[in-house]
């Protein structure tokens, strides 16, 4: 059946005759896009031997998105992994510990799921989003076996002031949500030039029918500011700061020895980053380097909900300093060799983790009870270091090939390899094919090996335990994909398969337990078919399915928490005379596999339909009214909450 889709699909794209659409006075797709994230070097999609997508500004403002989870979820080959409370992100079947996520190219401190990560990142700074599909560990090491999601920030381009406000409801006027942003861009002044950016995001408690809520509630801070010195045209200087603090509740229920008892989860969240990078662009040549600092505090308390009595606390501080540098340069005229390492000395500390290092205590005051309580604590220091090297070979007029290798090293999990290569070859001017070979591998996070803390899952607080007796994880993958363009017409099909050796599961033991463990083997597999197509001048289309076969090879078993299908379709349609736009979306996930309870797993099948509306009121101001979830589909297991209407105003100054 599969290889039958295959072909069908093949023989589409083959044989559908060119059709022109109108010219628009937007480009909205443009076929010259250049991205950097896949090479760490300017290259248009096109000739990118690996599957790449671009959402740019325009896309998110046509969405009215405030945050990366309202806009991720409709990219090819990406899902939304619900089942556990939380929107998490998942590319090709990998979760979220297998998905990068960069700010401009650099690591964030987080909690190594980063299943909060989607809710936490703000948008109003973002120039575009970057999404790279598949292994990349040859360029950006061990936490890339899935692929990279790179969000690249504004730069100061011209003088505005904007302002946006957001309000919304859930259904019975239940959860509702208030966003405020602001973003000042100072142009360039001189050799200098300055972006700021702020935003918060308050949302109330919403409910399930058994009385946990289905996602945190409360607000979250966030800040941005980016300050370009330009030496020359061709030389930079870049200073970016930011900061992030989240205040956050969730009620769900908690096994004690007397019974089952309803809690509230307090999780209080401060991150603060900074980073210093110098950029040269010559004729031949560019150089890149950069240092950060990015800080993440966390701080935990649980209360009874009957009596407000203090039950526990958690604290936990981890630094991720690094280092990177790279150079690129052409050898010749058909050669792109570039060069690249990085340090990352990181620092972990926590009450939830016991690698026996650095043992110590913490006290927590409770300020509504006055009770006082003690934890140990543990640390743990991982020196991480890694060199790279990749070659950008145009082989002849239709062949461009890109090999990259990577080493890494760290004081605690040795030293591994990761070797890639990628083709493109242009058959005709309109058709290309892409292959995709690749060793990738993931050591082991310090939560993973040792972690000893309460987690939330889908309205429980459970136990997670890690494992000490852990290996690292080994992949080995293929990727053969087929673009062909009509006009501006794109149309994509890609085959894909991960072979993966000791891949590290979250593993349910009981209702209240949870421990990681290693799966010998396991194949994720799939299929991903896209089309952007528009209709005429002023309606684009897009579409893009993706078919995901996820198996534990040991016993045949599916993997968890994954759809078997996946379409994402958008309707946009532009009207500049009348300053009108709209957007209508859908997202079905059909044979989603979640685990109701210990070993035993359920499939759902759900659609979310949702519209968006601008209208310009003024040259610089616009009204949106939007709904997410348009037929108001629930489902508390998979933390779906039904519609979501909400209005903004944005006005530029």
Known sequence: MKKKTVCAFLSLLLTVPVVQAQESEEEVFPLSEVIVTATKTSR??????????????????ARGAQTLKDIISTATGISVMRSDGKNAISIRGFDSRFSMILIDGKRIASEID??????????????????????????????????????????????????????????????????????????????????????QLKNDASFKDDGTTYAPFGKINNFNTKMDYHISENEIFTFTAAYMDEDTREHVFKQTPAGKVKTEVHDDNERTEYALSYSKQQDDASVFFRAYLSDYYKNVDVHNLANNKFMNFGKSHRTVPGFEARLSKNYGADHLLTFGGEYRPEKFRGTGVRTGEGIYTETYKDPVSGEIKTLPGSKVDIDYSALYVQDEWQASSKLLAVTSLRYDDSNKFGSNVSPKLGLTYQAADDLRVKLNV?????????????????????GKAMTLLGNPNLDSEDSN?????????????????????????????????????IQYKNIDKATIQGMEAEVVYPLSAKMHWTTSYTYLDAVNDTDG???????????????????PSAGLRANLWAETYSNYLYEASAGVGRNKS??????????????????????????????????IQGAYIHTSYKVKL
């Open 438 to 458: 690749s060793k990738g591998f993931r050591s082991p996070t310090p939560n993973q090996l040792y972690i000893n803390s309460q987690v939330v899952r889908n």
């Open 557 to 575: 078993s599916r993997l968890f928490n994954r759809a078997r299908h996946k379409i994402a379709s958008r309707l946009s349609y532009v009207e």
């Open 114 to 199: 980063q299943n909060y990560e989607l809710e936490r990142i703000d948008l109003d700074n973002v120039e575009r989003i970057e999404i790279v599909r598949g292994p990349a560990n040859s360029l950006y090491g061990t936490d890339a076996l899935g692929g990279v999601v790179n969000i690249i920030t504004k730069s100061p381009v011209e003088q505005a002031f904007t302002l946006r406000f957001d309000h919304g409801a859930y259904g019975g006027n239940e959860g509702a949500r208030d966003n405020y942003h602001f973003a000042y861009d100072s142009g360039r002044i001189g050799k200098y030039g300055i972006t700021i950016s702020g935003a």
């Open 44 to 61: 248009e999609v096109k000739s990118v031997p690996t599957a790449v997508q671009v959402i740019t500004k325009a896309d998110i403002e």
């Open 606 to 639: 759900y659609t979310l339909w949702n519209l968006n509306l601008e209208k310009a009121i003024s040259s610089n101001s616009a009204i949106i009214v939007g709904v997410d979830n348009l037929l108001n589909k629930q489902d508390d297991d998979l933390s």
């Open 477 to 513: 993958s293929y990727e053969l994909s087929l673009e062909r363009d009509w006009g501006k017409t794109t149309g994509k099909i890609t085959y894909f398969t991960n072979k993966v050796s000791n891949m590290i599961e979250e593993d349910m033991i009981d209702s209240s337990t």
